[in-house]
């Protein structure tokens, strides 16, 4: 079945600089990738996606990338914030909804 | 719209017990799922819904039980409850399959099996 891993675990940035979070995947008929943010207490919410035939996506401070060829994608924050401070977590759509383990962002002041 | 709603946010329960959580959205998704979230492992899928009267298994079926018998809701069952059960456990709706489509969860159900 399909694999995913996501790096880094936890990412401590200062405010105002960029956090890039990484996500590799294993089924190459995977077509679809969102990225979730998790508050604390809260259920994951989608703040972006990226279907297979596109390269790049952006939506004001975040972006996201795909390779698929070497089967990654990234997620990018710029201009961090603290109010970005969450858990983000990837997900790869093959036949279901495959989720990565999550990385706790914090953005200090 | 109150969106996708559960029920209870916290239960303990000792080995052996059984449980229904309560899962129900108001924004006529056909498609609805349940997820566990475990410390480092982000969510697993347990079993899923295309429509009522419809529905599969996930990655971790094992223990728990689901019924669709209408499109607004999707109760999970547990019926032994085991210490390996014990996780935070989200229900999630989308308008279709999953794939292309926004997947709303809910606030969640803290589930502690003693």
């Known amino acids: 079945g399909e694999n995913v891993e996501q790096h880094p675990s936890t990412l401590s940035v200062q405010e105002g600089d960029s956090a890039v979070i990484k996500c590799t995947y294993s089924?190459?008929?995977?077509?679809?990738f969102p990225w979730y943010k998790q508050e604390l207490g809260k259920g994951p919410q989608l703040i972006i996606d990226?279907?297979?035939?596109?390269g790049e996506k952006k939506d004001q401070r975040i972006a996201v990338t795909l390779n698929k060829t070497a089967k990654h994608f990234s997620l990018h924050i710029t201009e961090t914030q603290p109010e970005d401070s969450a858990v983000y977590f990837c997900?790869?759509?093959?036949?279901?909804?495959?989720f990565g383990p999550g990385t706790r962002l914090s953005a200090l002041p | 719209n109150a969106g996708v709603t559960q029920t209870p946010k916290f239960q303990v329960l000792k080995t052996g017990q059984s449980m229904t959580l309560q899962c129900a959205q108001d924004?006529?998704?056909?498609?609805m799922s349940w997820y566990r979230q475990d410390p480092g492992m982000g969510l697993r899928l347990i079993h899923y819904?295309?429509?009522?009267?419809?529905?599969d298994q996930g990655e971790v079926p094992n223990g728990y039980n689901v019924s669709r018998s209408t499109t607004e809701d999707f109760p999970l069952r547990l019926l032994s409850a085991a210490p390996s059960q014990t996780s935070v456990y989200f229900c999630?709706?989308?308008?279709?399959?999953?794939?292309?489509?926004?997947?709303?969860f809910g606030p969640g159900t803290r589930l502690t099996v003693l």
């Open positions: 999630a709706s989308s308008y279709s399959t999953g794939r292309y489509n926004e997947q709303f």
């Open positions: 924004m006529n998704h056909e498609y």
């Open positions: 089924d190459s008929a995977s077509n679809y």
């Open positions: 990226i279907r297979s035939n596109v």
């Open positions: 819904s295309v429509g009522a009267g419809i529905t």
């Open positions: 997900a790869v759509y093959g036949q279901n909804f495959v």
